[in-house]
């Protein structure tokens, strides 16, 4: 019998190749000579996810990261700290865009510095004062109704 990892591991095969239950229960009793993948053994796996890679699915871990522990980021010393003035730059710019202390700043943060909460060193801040930096100059605001887009008309001789 399977772990739950293993069956959750086929069923991830399934749907990145894209398979109908159809489809895939076809393969099953092909390879397999099983109906349910219940009903694998350790030999009966192999073959199946043999087959699925032939047809390109690609083995990783369930959740799509690379296994093993996670790479150790250098703490910084204090020299590399963000500065107090890109601290006040950061406050005014969050202002600007009317973004208050909270998830969405959190969550902005960690896309923009490598899945830190916060800048952590002065590189990190300099990335995120300038993505809100353009944002600003785009005329992005939290405070601003903003307007309906509209459509492009259509071009000349498009027949549209």
Known sequence: MLSRDQLALVHVAKRSLGLTDEAYRDILHVETGVESSKDLDRKGLDRLLSRFADMGFRQGH??????????????????????????????????????PLGERRTEFCQRMCGGHPWPQTRAEANVLIEGLKAMVKRGYSER?????????????????
């Open 62 to 99: 369930l959740d799509g990261r690379p296994r093993g522990k996670p790479k150790a980021r250098p703490v910084p010393d204090a020299n590399d700290l963000p500065t107090p003035g890109q601290q006040g730059m950061l406050r005014h710019l969050w202002e600007d865009v009317g973004w």
């Open 144 to 160: 601003v109704e903003r307007k309906p887009r509209r459509r492009a008309a259509p071009k000349p001789g498009s027949g549209g």
